[in-house]
């Protein structure tokens, strides 16, 4: 396993470049930071804003673009109702704003092209994030490991990056996307419309030529504690299983 | 750095301001983080082994360890995530009454905690004992449940949450040093929220 100890910038500025809406509930932002780093899919980098007051507030968010790739860190946000940095983001923030960022961060929930694969994916919400930075990863390395990712929504316009998803499915190039919506009807033949289980577990597997060389699991507590238990009734081991929590 | 526009904010009630490390906010529940599935560990199948270097010392089963004095806590715990959660209460076993109980001089200045799940973490030794640390087998009077670590836990309340290793079954002396899981991956060696070293390379 290729976990090497991360090298980490100090708090910096990154101005915002652009914004872009995913979902009715999550925004992409892109940064640019004053001084670049080179990151792993799956990081995060920690935000922090400060008040005229000087109070300041820090939160982790994943990285969902690519490493390598040239453009901006997008962190797509999820707003939370009771949240104090991410409503920032969706009410506050705009284009040429700066916020101070520090990263890359986490050096375990990290697949870098070349600790190979197959790979098992498995997202609830915005827990996709992190795993969006793999697949996206294996794109643009055009790497033919095999991947498969069971993306949990609750309905299908909260499905974020849905086009760009649906379409490296399309491509039948090794990557597989699996949608299951817990809120609605699933809206692709081979999607389904429940909450993650140990069979839809198998049936992904079933997708890989092999069993999965790593897993990843990202989302709530709930999400992960369901998904990885599923995962291990389906015969995965739990060393192989990495998972990455927000904490509630 | 002011951010434009950023101006209310979670602030942290007044009177707890001296109890909140810096870059920490208050958290009113618990939130759980781990890097793995959650063991399920029975407590027929936990035992806790005391180890100096590979050479085990002593080891407990259940009803043994249970044996051992119990002692309550209640302190502020504060995860490197950022939540800062006040008043939590456990009981356990110190680690001063492992150390006694084991009729062990502490053979180094260091230790790495072991978990069920392979996860390792590591506390210099002046960190575990004159009550600093224990080894919680309860939490607000019941069995710690298995997300929160459950049936044992390592409690360092003072470092940083991920020093308090879930799914606790041993604990060993090391002649150095030696960085554990997350001290591996970009987690800093000490872990001291009051000087905010939450990464490597924080001061």
Known sequence: MSEALAVQSPWQTAGIVRIEKRTPRVTSFFFRPSRPFAYRAGQHVDVRLTAPDGYQARRSYSIASAPGTDGAIELAIEKLDDGEVSPFFHEVAAVGDEVELRGPLGGHFVWPDDDGGPLLLVGGGSGVVPLMSMVRHRAARKSTVPVVLVFSARVWDEVIFRDELIGLDDREDGFGLVLTLTREAARRPADYSRRVDVAMMVQAMARLPEPPRIAFVCGSNAFVSAAAQALIDAGVAAEIIRTERYGV | ?203
């Open chain 2, 1 to 203: 750095m002011v951010t434009r526009g950023f101006l209310s904010g979670r602030r942290p009630p007044t009177d707890g301001d001296a109890r909140i490390p810096p870059g920490q906010y208050l958290e009113q529940g618990f939130p759980v983080l781990s890097a793995g599935p959650t063991p399920r560990v029975r407590t027929e199948d936990w035992s806790f082994t005391l180890k100096h270097g590979p050479r085990p010392i002593k080891k407990w089963n259940w009803a043994e360890f249970n044996a051992l004095p119990l002692t309550k806590m209640t302190r502020d715990i504060h995860c490197v995530t950022a939540w800062t959660k006040f008043d939590t209460p456990w009981q356990g076993v110190l680690v001063d009454d492992i150390l006694a109980d084991a009729g062990l001089e502490p053979p180094t200045d260091f230790t790495l905690a072991h978990a069920f799940d392979g996860y390792t973490t590591n506390v210099p030794l002046k960190d575990l004992t004159a009550g600093k640390a224990m080894v919680a087998l309860l939490y607000e009077g019941k069995p710690i449940t298995p997300d929160h670590g459950g049936p044992a836990r390592l409690l360092v309340p003072h470092l940083y949450f991920w020093k308090s290793a879930k799914w606790l079954n041993g604990l060993q002396f090391t002649t150095r040093d030696e960085p554990g899981f997350w001290e591996l991956r970009g987690y800093h060696i000490y872990g001291d929220p009051w000087r905010e070293q939450r990464y490597t390379d924080d001061p």
